[in-house]
């Protein structure tokens, strides 16, 4: 059973700091990584995705991927209130199936 | 550019009876996945659609069910409701296995 863990939080930081949020993978191969937003009562929205190791910024939003350590992190710079929200790691399935597997998140508090 | 839509927004159905929910897929998307969001809950994967044709299904009973249209639209059927399959069902649509654009969902509530 491929899966992708995160732990559920909460995870409480003050406005202007920096967010951090992580996820493993058991499936070595998975080569897409994805991380969304989900606020209470809404449908998940993509922030960022990431294919390669190393870093990718967008914005306050950095995503890292090491593969060798089987985990990606979300990275959020000068935290706000809007950010606090559930953050879900995704990870596609390799075998050829193009299966979305999600973490079960992250609930992220931004305290004013 | 028109993202997914879903519709019905919210459903209300009592126990034993059918609930069809519908999805248009983003503009040249011709995937579309299924997921069940129990209250408080991960994404659960129902389905995925692809060109027409049930790719892969999760570890849903058989009463769980759709369809994809010629034009990429699906259809989610869920027969003989169970008070469990209370949910936010979510429509996402990708192309080529790329990044997954989600829907607004469509909340059943099984009486």
């Known amino acids: 059973q491929k899966e992708v863990e995160q732990n559920s939080g909460p995870l409480s930081v003050p406005e202007g700091a920096i967010a951090s949020l992580n996820c493993t993978y058991s499936d070595r191969g998975s080569q897409s990584f994805f991380w969304y937003r989900q606020y209470s009562g809404k449908s998940p929205e993509l922030i960022m995705f990431?294919?390669?190791?190393g870093d990718k910024e967008d914005g306050r939003f950095t995503a890292q991927l090491n593969k060798a350590s089987q985990y990606v992190s979300l990275l959020i710079r000068d935290s706000q209130p809007s950010d606090s929200a559930t953050y879900l790691c995704?990870?596609?399935?390799?075998?050829?199936?193009?299966?979305?597997?999600f973490g079960t998140g992250t609930r992220l508090k931004v305290l004013a | 550019e028109a993202g997914v839509t879903q519709s019905p927004t919210h459903l209300i159905k009592t126990r034993g009876q059918q609930a069809t929910l519908r999805c248009s897929p983003i503009s040249g998307h011709t995937s579309v996945y299924w997921y069940q969001q129990a209250l408080g809950l991960g994404l659960q994967f129902l389905l995925w659609?692809?060109?027409?044709?049930?790719?892969n299904r999760g570890n849903f009973p058989p009463r769980f069910s759709g369809r994809q249209f010629p034009n990429y639209s699906s259809e989610l059927n869920v027969n003989a409701l169970e008070l469990e399959d209370s949910a936010l069902y979510l429509c996402a649509s990708s192309l080529g296995g790329g990044e997954l654009f989600f829907g607004e969902g469509s909340r059943l509530t099984v009486l």
């Open positions: 990431i294919y390669s190791n």
């Open positions: 995704a990870v596609r399935d390799t075998s050829g199936t193009y299966k979305y597997i």
């Open positions: 659609y692809d060109e027409g044709e049930e790719r």
